[in-house]
Nanobody, 127 residues
Framework: QVQLVESGGGSVQDGGSLRLSCAAS????????MGWFRQAPGKEREVVAT????????GYADSVKGRFTISRDNAKNTLYLQMNSLKPEDTAMYIC????????????????????WGQGTQVTVSS
């Protein structure tokens, strides 16, 4: 049974930093697309960042470029999201996800591209 379990969320002040982790079990995502999404109350789930675990190639939403960094430790089967210079508009539930099949990420990733999902970890940024 594949499980994705996020951790590292919390409450920070405007300009603060957090590092999220997503531990995978039940399957080793060596050559898959994995990503971080976020969903704020009353809003649709949106992609934040993606990474192809085979090469480490990454992609970011415009709203987080230069502030967030996605990375992957294949030995630990764990995905990370380093978030710096956090803003109140970054407040949301952050959820990690992975493709079902091996292969790279799509140029314009969507929710429907991803099969496995975690439960999420809450990030709250106050001004």
């Amino acid at each position: 049974q594949v499980q994705l379990v996020e951790s590292g969320g919390g409450s920070v002040q405007d300009g603060g930093s957090l590092r999220l982790s997503c531990a995978a079990s039940g399957y080793t995502f060596r050559t898959h697309c994995m990503g971080w999404f976020r969903q704020a109350p009353g809003k649709e789930r949106e992609v934040v960042a993606t990474i192809y675990t085979g090469t480490g190639g990454t992609g970011y939403a415009d709203s987080v470029k230069g502030r967030f960094t996605i990375s992957r430790d294949n030995a630990k089967n764990t995905l990370y999201l380093q978030m710096n210079s956090l803003k109140p508009e970054d407040t949301a539930m952050y959820i990690c996800a992975a493709h079902l099949a091996a292969g790279g990420c799509y140029p314009y990733p969507t929710v429907s591209d991803f099969h496995y999902w975690g439960q999420g970890t809450q990030v709250t940024v106050s001004s």
